[in-house]
């Protein structure tokens, strides 16, 4: 028997599926992924430094579904929340004026009295 005569009778045994890169993608955003791991340092049974890590990789709306929307109100990634914040350290410095200007020396925030 030939060599070639061995390869035309042999059959293609079925592989592994592969995914293009877009499918891995769209499938992650899709459903998500969460990556989790703790690093821990001690020394003689003594902890010196924990660091935990938590990564949620997902679309915008898969992460509204799973309840996580804090980039809405972060002023340094949204700027709807940026005026929000801008809006009311305005209205806290308006009051500390009138309360100034009407003679309140102890004028202050309720920021500042840790309220």
């Known amino acids: 028997m030939s060599d070639v005569d061995y ?14 890169l877009a499918d891995i993608l769209e499938r992650v955003l899709d459903k998500g992924i969460v990556i ?9 049974d003594i902890e010196l430094l924990t660091i935990r890590l938590r990564l949620f990789v ?3 709306d ?8 804090w980039w809405e109100t972060d002023p340094a990634l949204s700027s709807h929340a940026a ?9 806290e410095l308006r009051d500390r004026v009138a309360a100034l200007e009407a003679g309140d020396v102890n004028a202050r925030t309720a920021s500042e009295r840790g309220l």
């Open 83 to 91: 005026r929000c914040e801008l809006r009311q350290e305005n209205a």
């Open 58 to 60: 997902s679309s915008v």
């Open 62 to 69: 898969t992460a509204r579904k799973a309840g996580i929307d």
């Open 36 to 44: 989790a791991g703790d690093i821990k340092i001690d020394l003689l």
């Open 7 to 20: 390869r035309q009778g042999a059959t293609a045994v079925p592989g592994p599926h592969t995914a293009n």
